[in-house]
């Protein structure tokens, strides 16, 4: 689990792939200064698993789920990557939950000076829509965001100085691509709205279920 605040911008060292898989190795002074082989790393918002490491780079396997539902198999040598470690329970969480577990990709469709900020427009498939809501949580490349609007298939974001000079998003362009990863608190609502996906909602005991009904009139939704 991580929180999406990008610890730091890694380095592509190299992107070797065979036919249904690849291998990438990542510098990172700062990310390998205290990792160990099986942790879980946040590579541009994708848990991976370490695999290999020295004093400045670490190395981590990518499976053929990974590569065609996120933007790690168009990385190239020097490409920059966002990272994070796995979160501690003692960790402050200030971003919020997130699994490194992407749902899909967005496309950067639009992006307009506001000030100090920079407003991103990323347009998604409209199935995930459900998921968002204005003043809501967002992961793109692993970047926990607050989402300003939602459309039917678009979304956008506010990008504040820092999160641009510390994240990929500060130099990505329209028409590059985003992994999007939906807040997981949603999913969970979705599943015990729907119950066993007929409607019915989850029986507590032999009295109680929990539908949307239950939900709304409790303040949840």
Known sequence: MFT???EDLGRVKSLVKGKNSAQLSLVSPLIVSDIKLGDS???NGVCLTVTSFDYQSFTVDIMAETLDKTNLGALKKEDRVNLERALRLSDRLGGHLVSGHVDDLGTITGKEKQDIAIIIEVTFNPSLNKYLVPKGSV???GTSLTIVAVDKNKFTVSLIPHTRGQTTLGFKDVGDKVN???DIIS???EKL???DNNGTGYELGNTSKIDRSFLAERGFI
Request: aromatic share 6%; no cysteine.
């Open 187 to 189: 999913k969970y609502l």
């Open 180 to 182: 999007l990863e939906m």
């Open 139 to 141: 992961a793109l490349d």
């Open 193 to 195: 709205g729907t119950g």
């Open 4 to 6: 999406g605040i990008v």
């Open 41 to 43: 790393i946040a590579v």
